[in-house]
């Protein structure tokens, strides 16, 4: 009964740590290599105006006003495209129910610069944007084929939006649901009173195409043109200096790095796992000692001896393993379903691909033989008289093997301490950040979302 409770902890301490590895890692290949359903993303950078905090404490991301877009756009020699964005939710009437959709108002320019045009039918022109145009629209293909059943007659139908009628003009491919999980596109037509106002106007994000022949660090350059220039045209703009990053990253904003620190935090915690096992079968393999005395007595080969005690090893990793494939397929339907719009993108497509299971089994494979090595090390040279004469009892432990056993006890005590103190940590910070005030009183402000 010990002998099987041993393994059954044994075997869940590593599916624990090896689940950790896989469900992070399945997130972590997703954020740094999903594809963005463009060709050439690398050449799709956001242009961001960052907004200088006070203290010095350095800057935070805004959106952009029209005009400071518009001069952007004239000015600029870095970009072959130029877009403005503004994603909302608009509401679609569903013969007789309203639905809400995921919708972004984009200038003509945004399919170019994306080099993605609709499968079906023909993205919007410049004059679509004036107010007086036919209100046009294009669908993405998930939504075409959810709500309109993939009707291949759907461009020239009508569909209603807040009320009022738009032509569907166009489908878009498969996967292509940018700037964030949209289902439909429309014409911005920018109101008038923000083509000429900066303050409190600030609604739209800006993105670009570098142009043929143009770097990263051209983009970069010409940011520092865009600063002085903004803040000639207007002294609201005093304040601010641009950027331009990678559009991948302005979306994922700095998820990417938090998943790295968490993927950091499960290697520890699987290092810690494997000197736990590792520390186990030393001491199980002494006392199966007089076993292996037997065995070899009996015309077993040093090697045959070693390889069992390393099969045991990657037998308790293996099941292990296989716990936490489990695991890992039950918890991404839940990452999958995380409420954060601005990674819906990325974590729609969290996946267990061959690539996750690949690197799963190579680390659970490294890990038992890494936990069976010292076991086997010690029990590479027995003393047959000695073993065969003892009971398994009363065999102790070897002095070297005491030696590492105490060490691996002190290392595993040392990552948990280090565990424990970065839960502590981001413990603190979220107490710190629950009390930064937001400006204004809360005290009786309610809101409620439908």
Same mark, same amino acid.
């Given at each position: 009964v010990r002998r099987k409770a041993t393994f059954a902890v044994a075997v869940l301490t590593m599916a624990v740590a090896l689940g950790a590895n896989t469900t992070v890692f399945s997130a972590l290949k997703t954020f740094l290599f999903a594809s963005m359903g463009v060709p050439e993303p690398d050449g799709l950078l956001a242009i961001m105006p960052m907004h200088a905090l006070e203290g010095g404490h350095g800057s935070e991301p805004y959106d952009e006003a029209y005009p400071n877009y518009d001069l952007i756009r004239r000015t600029q020699r870095s970009f072959a495209d130029v877009m403005l964005v503004y994603p909302g939710i608009t509401s679609w009437d569903d013969r007789g129910e309203s639905r809400p959709l995921n919708m972004a108002r984009v200038t003509a320019s945004f399919f170019p610069a994306m080099r993605v045009f609709p499968t079906l039918g023909r993205a919007f022109t410049g004059d679509e944007q004036e107010p007086r145009a036919a209100h046009v629209v294009v669908i993405g293909d998930r939504f075409w084929k959810s709500a309109m059943a993939g009707d291949p007659d759907v461009i020239g139908k009508s569909m209603r939006l807040e009320g009022e009628p738009y032509t569907v003009i166009g489908v878009m491919p498969e996967g292509f649901a940018l700037p964030h999980p949209t289902d439909i596109w429309i014409p911005l037509d920018v109101p008038a009173g923000d083509r000429v106002a900066i303050t409190g106007a600030r609604h739209y994000q800006v993105y670009g195409r570098l142009a043929d022949g143009r770097t990263m660090r051209d983009a970069e350059s010409e940011a520092n043109d865009f600063t002085k220039r903004t803040v000639a045209a207007s002294a609201d703009n005093r304040e601010f200096r641009y950027e331009v990053r990678p559009m991948r990253d302005a979306f994922l904003g700095g998820a990417d790095s938090t998943v790295i620190l968490v993927q950091e935090g499960a290697v520890v915690l699987l290092l810690l796992a494997v000197l736990n096992l590792a520390s186990l079968l030393i001491a199980r393999g002494f006392e199966r000692q007089h076993e292996l005395a037997v065995r070899q007595a009996l015309g077993a080969a040093g090697a045959r001896v070693l390889r069992i005690l390393v099969l045991q090893s990657l037998v308790v990793v293996g099941t292990g393993a296989a716990i936490a494939v489990g695991a890992t397929w039950l918890a991404i339907p839940w990452l999958r379903g995380v409420d954060l719009p601005s990674l819906t993108y990325f974590t729609s497509r969290i996946t267990l691909d061959g690539g996750v299971l690949a690197v799963s089994t190579m680390v659970a494979g490294i890990a038992g033989l890494v936990a069976g090595v010292l076991p086997a090390w010690f029990s590479r040279k027995i003393d047959l008289a000695q073993s065969l004469?003892?009971?398994?009892?009363?065999?102790?432990?070897?002095?070297?093997?005491?030696?590492?056993?105490?060490?691996?006890? %002190? +290392?595993? !005590? =040392?990552?948990? #301490? %280090? +565990?424990? !103190? =970065?839960?502590? #940590? %981001?413990?603190?910070?979220?107490?710190? #950040?629950?009390?930064?005030?937001?400006?204004?009183s809360t005290r009786d402000a309610i809101v409620a979302r439908v």
């Open positions: 004469r003892s009971s398994g009892r009363s065999i102790t432990l070897s002095p070297a093997a005491l030696r590492w056993q105490k060490g691996m006890v %002190v +290392i595993q !005590a =040392a990552l948990s #301490l %280090v +565990i424990l !103190a =970065a839960a502590a #940590l %981001v413990g603190v910070s979220f107490r710190n #950040l629950e009390r930064v005030p937001i400006g204004f």
